[in-house]
């Protein structure tokens, strides 16, 4: 397993993680309604790519092939954190959230956020956050539970 920054070209790879993220993995706690509205297998590939370039993620491979993916905002924010489906447990979560954490700390960045699905819920209280809120987005008039997630980082730790 390695740890890479996006480059261009990866998109499809990251769109698939994604799908398999919540279609395979997150299902369990969602309903399929919820699951169509979170992750459209439909979605235009120029608007992914786009959405992906303006991230650009840290992406794990394994095999040569991309295994999971999660950015890290300048404001802290965690916007995408997604591990496929065919490598659940198997380290790939954690891989990304110390290189989240390795670059918090690079960029002076004293908080980490994140919306957080209930599947992941778990994984991030595990990694020392904390729910600050229990929100209800609406995605294409369906409602999605989830947490606003913080974690405070001491710095010069």
Same mark, same amino acid.
């Given at each position: 397993?390695?740890?890479?920054?996006?480059?261009?070209?990866?998109?499809?790879?990251?769109?698939?993680?994604?799908?398999?993220?919540?279609?395979?993995?997150?299902?369990?706690?969602?309903?399929?309604?919820?699951?169509?509205?979170?992750?459209?297998?439909? *979605? #235009?590939?120029?608007?992914?790519?786009?959405?992906?370039?303006? %991230? !650009?993620?840290?992406?794990?491979? /394994?095999?040569? @092939?991309?295994?999971?993916?999660?950015?890290?905002?300048?404001?802290?924010?965690?916007?995408?954190?997604?591990?496929?489906?065919?490598?659940?447990?198997?380290?790939?979560?954690?891989?990304?959230?110390?290189?989240?954490?390795?670059?918090?700390?690079?960029?002076?960045?004293?908080?980490? *956020? #994140?919306?957080?699905?209930?599947?992941?819920?778990?994984?991030? %209280? !595990?990694?020392?956050?904390?729910? /600050?809120?229990? @929100?209800?987005?609406?995605?294409?008039?369906?409602?999605?539970?989830?947490?606003?997630?913080?974690?405070?980082?001491?710095?010069?730790?």
């Amino acid at each position: 397993m390695k740890v890479r920054r996006f480059k261009v070209g990866d998109e499809a790879a990251l769109f698939k993680v994604f799908i398999s993220a919540i279609h395979d993995i997150a299902s369990r706690d969602y309903t399929l309604e919820q699951i169509a509205a979170w992750a459209p297998t439909d *979605t #235009a590939p120029e608007v992914w790519a786009g959405r992906m370039r303006g %991230l !650009r993620p840290f992406v794990v491979e /394994v095999d040569g @092939g991309i295994a999971g993916y999660a950015d890290l905002q300048p404001s802290g924010y965690i916007d995408h954190f997604f591990v496929s489906g065919a490598y659940p447990r198997q380290g790939i979560g954690t891989l990304l959230m110390h290189r989240i954490h390795d670059e918090a700390k690079l960029l002076g960045i004293g908080e980490l *956020t #994140a919306d957080v699905s209930k599947t992941a819920e778990p994984f991030f %209280l !595990r990694h020392g956050f904390e729910v /600050v809120a229990r @929100g209800g987005p609406i995605l294409r008039g369906v409602v999605l539970e989830n947490a606003l997630m913080r974690k405070g980082l001491l710095q010069g730790a």
